[in-house]
C-alpha cells in the first residue's frame, strides 16, 4: 500500500538560489548490468545525492552491511511495516520482499537534497503512481546477454544457480524497459556514468522544478529592474 508522503521539498543552494522541487531519481537494470557501480560513482561525484536505504527480507550477503545496503528485517517485521503505511512501495523480487521506507525520503527532500532509488521496475512503476513528476526513471541494459553473465560470474557474490535465475529473470525485466524516462546501454561504465550525470543534471534544471523561478523572472519584469 502507497501512502502519500511530503514529495514538494525544496532546493536553496542553485546558483541564484532558487528554490525547487526535489528530484526522485531511480536507476533500475537487470542484475549485474551496473546499476550498483553506476550508483556510487553517482553518489561521490554529487554530495547533493542520497541514496534510499531499502528494506529486505533477503538474506545478508558476505560483505553487506546491515542499514547501509539494506536494513534486513524477517518477514513478520516486514509485514508489520507494511500494515502501518511505512512504505512508500514494496514488492517481491527474486522470492523475497523489498520496500522503501517512506520517512528517510521525506527527510532527505525535506534537507534540500535529492534521492536515489536502486529498485525495481514494479518499484519504479508505483512511485510513478504516488510522485508523478517528481519522478525520473532510468533503466541500464547491458551491451548483450553474454556480457551479463560474464559481469554476474566476474562479480563473484553468487551460486551458479543464483546466476542461473538472475539470467533467466533478465530478460523478463528487460521488457520493462518502456516504463522508463530515459534507457542507457552499460558499455563503458565512466560514459555510462557521465550520461546519468547529464540526465541528472538536465532534470534539476528543467522549469516545472524550479519554484523559485518565477519570483526572479517577475523582478527582471518589472520597470524599475531595467532602469
Ligand atoms: P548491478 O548492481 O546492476 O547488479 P553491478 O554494479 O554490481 O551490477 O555490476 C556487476 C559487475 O559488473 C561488477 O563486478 C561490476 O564491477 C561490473 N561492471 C559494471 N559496469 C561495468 C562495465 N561497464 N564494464 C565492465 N564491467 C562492469
Ligand atoms: P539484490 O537482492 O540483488 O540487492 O536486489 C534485487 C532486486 O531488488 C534489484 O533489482 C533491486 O533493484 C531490487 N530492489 C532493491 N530494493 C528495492 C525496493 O525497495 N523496492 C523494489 N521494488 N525493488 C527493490
Redesign the pocket.
Known sequence: MLRPTTLTASRTDDPHKFRRRGVLFVL?SP?GAGKSTISRMLLEADRTLRMSV?V?T?PIRPGERDGVDYHFVDLPRFKEMVAAGEFL???H??GHR???PAQPVDDILASGNDVLF???W??AQQLHQLAGGDVVRVFILPPSMEELERRLRARATDSDEVITARMARAASEIGHWDGYDYVLVNDDAHACFRRVQTILEAERLKRSRQTGLIGFVRKLMTPESSA
Open positions: 533500475s542484475s531499502s529486505t533477503r512501495e514494496w514488492a523480487v527474486f523489498y520496500g522503501t536502486d529498485i525495481d514494479q518499484g
